[in-house]
């Protein structure tokens, strides 16, 4: 079971929408529904449930209700069900999620070691790297950095990395830098400025790269933190 002390980090996100296009999650994710239950679906399934634990790598839409949901992204843990798409949780599971999504720091934490029975111990070496990558997306943690760290040549090092993570070097990085983005921008920083803090080369790059891992553009994003902040 993952420790409390982990190094990954968990984004949560508003949803101002009653759909979300097609996109695939980057990596395990907690939708909740704000007034009722919400429908994930692919490929001619589906799953619908008011707290929904999406299987990352699947590219699937999303139909909400009149008032949206919440998210919240659980970096590095490995999907630890069967089910192909999603399940509903329920119970203490969904209680959970709600209050971790709430900003319940502590919540956030029991749910992740919950929800980690199929997720393997992350080496030390490798929470280092990740820790460094997470801080400060402006570092620009190279490949070199972690054949030193981890010492092992490249292409065992990248196969290590992408086995403890389930992301490949490259795309923890951008994964990294966008959830360093969205902070900023949930503390109002502008989204351009957001976008030079994280390391992205513009703002266009920045939401390019926003909507097709959110489904969403930073812009409605904002709308449905300001949304939020009013109720």
């Known amino acids: 079971m993952l420790s409390v002390e ?3 980090t968990s984004t949560i996100l508003p949803i101002p929408v009653t759909r979300l296009g097609a996109h695939p999650n980057v990596v395990m994710a907690v939708l909740a529904g704000r007034d009722g239950p919400i429908t994930v679906q692919h490929a001619g399934g589906s799953v619908t449930g008011d707290v929904l634990l999406v299987r990352p790598g699947i590219e699937h839409s999303v ?9 919240v992204y659980l970096n590095g843990l490995t999907f630890p069900f069967e089910a192909p798409l999603a399940v509903a949780l329920k119970g203490n599971f969904e209680l959970l999620a709600r209050r971790s999504i709430g900003g319940n720091s502590c919540a956030t934490d029991e749910l992740r070691e919950r929800l980690a029975f199929a997720t393997d111990p ?7 790297i990740v820790r460094a990558m997470q801080a400060d997306p402006m570092r620009r943690v190279s490949q070199d950095e972690l054949v030193r760290c981890l010492g092992m040549e490249r292409t065992r090092a990248l ?3 992408k086995a403890a993570t389930g992301l490949t070097f490259r795309r923890f990085k951008l994964w990294s830098a ?3 983005a ?3 921008m949930a503390e109002r920083e502008l989204v351009r400025t957001a976008a030079m803090d994280a390391g992205f080369a513009d703002t266009a790059h920045l939401s ?11 812009s409605v994003a904002i709308a449905g933190l300001d949304e939020r902040e009013r109720e």
């Open 159 to 161: 196969r290590c990395f």
């Open 182 to 184: 969205a902070v900023r």
């Open 63 to 71: 139909q909400l209700g009149s008032r949206g949901a919440d998210v």
């Open 178 to 180: 966008l959830q360093h």
């Open 6 to 8: 982990t190094p990954f």
């Open 122 to 128: 992350l080496p030390a070496k490798v929470a280092e």
């Open 208 to 218: 390019r790269v926003f909507s097709s891992m959110f489904g969403l553009s930073p």
